[in-house]
């Protein structure tokens, strides 16, 4: 399979995961959405030497992983390449922040290690916790949740859009990918002079896909809101889930885990 | 068999000025009547499919859906009527799954989520695939697809269904099977093609457009039996007509 065969064959899968019968599938979608806005400002917004801190927000997805019963290697995999930009987003840190904070021996772990890590830190917990979202709630649904949260319809509706159009684009790429490479015998990847007008060619093709397919909408009555699949009102246990966490995260920002047990350890409570 | 579903008279529409695409184009439709629309490539087949759901609206003439002019105002009306199965399956299948497809235009039209439900079970189960329903659109094959595409009009319950060039992605199989469900179908019809065998099977009356006229009409046992119109209209005649005559 193509690599862009391989994406999108990702992309059905982890819509299929979000789709499976599970009980954390099944709580409402705005619970899980508020639960991981809410995780996603409290993990940002821990200081960038509060390594102590920050690390305490790990039991989040480590324990919602669990429970959803995902796979994190799978995670990984997927998410590898948003991973690798966060590594290199940090990468500058220790060459502009030299302030040293701790000294083991003759190694001086400067600010700027501390930072980088941390931001790192940051990015991977926001990642996943964002993905938990993904692969626990069918893209409809979390628009439905937008939409009980008033973001726009305008705003809504081009999100899902542009979901439903990414794969088609995908799948427009990997034709013209093979159309050329058939006639490019023992050439690897696509030669720079034809890149642009593949890249024309396919963002025609693609403008015209999708007008027709706005067509075939407009032809089963849409009239530029998608109706929600989701089938329950909120209820009272679906709230359970975003509070108890809710609770347990405000508690781990106040009393980081891992200072709370060095203290247990060390018994210095100053 | 009196009601008339479509209503042309004198249709004329160009994309650009002074190129007409479709000229003087008059026809009609019966209310349970299937009518195949024959013609070359680039004759105005699927143009004239997409006025008659006001995707294009006529330049001049006038074009009425069940005594109903197609006019912008009426579009919404219009199209509660008319089912319309693209010829790119594609196109038509846009959700996650066959189930959302499916159930997309009763959800848009407003109906309950047991009227829903129900739509969508009756769709699948007339086109023979209740199997397919949680299935992911990107994996069904092209008869899949084409299926689908129809299950997703069905829902809808229209009066007439227009189809474009359904045969183009099916195997002879699929064909078939598309072939005994349009059949079985109470809806008026209204079916472009350039496949004839697929036209000889399914319609009882037939249309050749040519250079965006209508040159012709009549019963499929005489139009498509008549192998130097057909010819002079750049088609040939259906291979199991062809076999048929050199049985005898």
Known sequence: ?270 | MNDLMIESRDLRFAYEKGTDVLTDVSFSLAEGEKVGLIGRNGAGKSTLLKLLVGLELPNTGTLRIRGIPVERKTLSEIRRMIGYVFQDSDSQLFMTTVEEDVAFAPRNYGFSEEEVEKRVTDALEKVRIPHLRKKSVYKLSGGEKKLASLATILSMTPDIILLDEPTVTLDPGNRSNLIRLLNGLDCSLFIASHDLDFIWDTCSRVLILSEGRIVCEGPSEEILRNGDLLRKNGLELPLSLIQRDRCK
Not at chain 1, 29 to 40: E, G
Not at chain 1, 99 to 122: D, Q, Y
Not at chain 1, 140 to 158: E, G, K, M, Q, S
């Open chain 1, 1 to 270: 399979m193509s690599r862009i065969g391989q994406a999108i064959s990702e992309i059905q899968t982890l819509e299929s995961v979000s789709r499976e019968d599970r009980w954390m599938n099944r709580i409402h979608p705005l619970s899980k959405l508020c639960l991981t806005v809410f995780y996603i400002v409290l993990t940002v917004s821990f200081s960038k030497y509060d390594l102590a801190g920050l690390f305490s927000m790990i039991l989040y997805p480590a324990i919602a992983f669990m429970t959803a019963d995902l796979s994190v290697r799978d995670a990984f995999r997927r998410l590898r390449a948003v991973l690798a930009l966060v590594a290199v987003m940090g990468i500058a840190n220790p060459f502009f922040d030299r302030t040293a904070i701790l000294s083991f021996g003759a190694f001086t772990v400067t600010g700027g290690i501390v930072s980088m890590i941390s931001l790192f830190m940051k990015a991977v917990f926001t990642v996943f916790a964002a993905y938990l979202l993904i692969a626990t709630t069918p893209m409809d649904d979390i628009c439905y949740a937008l939409r009980l949260l008033f973001v726009p319809r305008i705003l809504v509706t081009l999100l899902l859009l542009v979901y439903r159009y990414l794969t088609m684009l995908m799948k427009e790429a990997g034709r013209v990918t093979d159309a050329y490479l058939l006639r490019a015998p023992g050439q690897k990847g696509i030669h720079f002079r034809a890149w642009g007008p593949l890249a024309g060619q396919m963002l025609l093709r693609s403008a015209d896909f999708a007008g027709v397919l706005y067509e075939s909408m407009l032809l089963r009555g849409f009239t530029g809101e998608f109706r929600p699949t989701f089938r329950h009102s909120l209820k009272a246990s679906d709230l359970l889930w975003p509070l108890g966490w809710a609770s347990v995260l405000i508690l781990l920002k106040l009393f980081p885990l891992v200072s709370v047990l060095g203290r247990l350890v060390t018994g210095n409570w100053n």
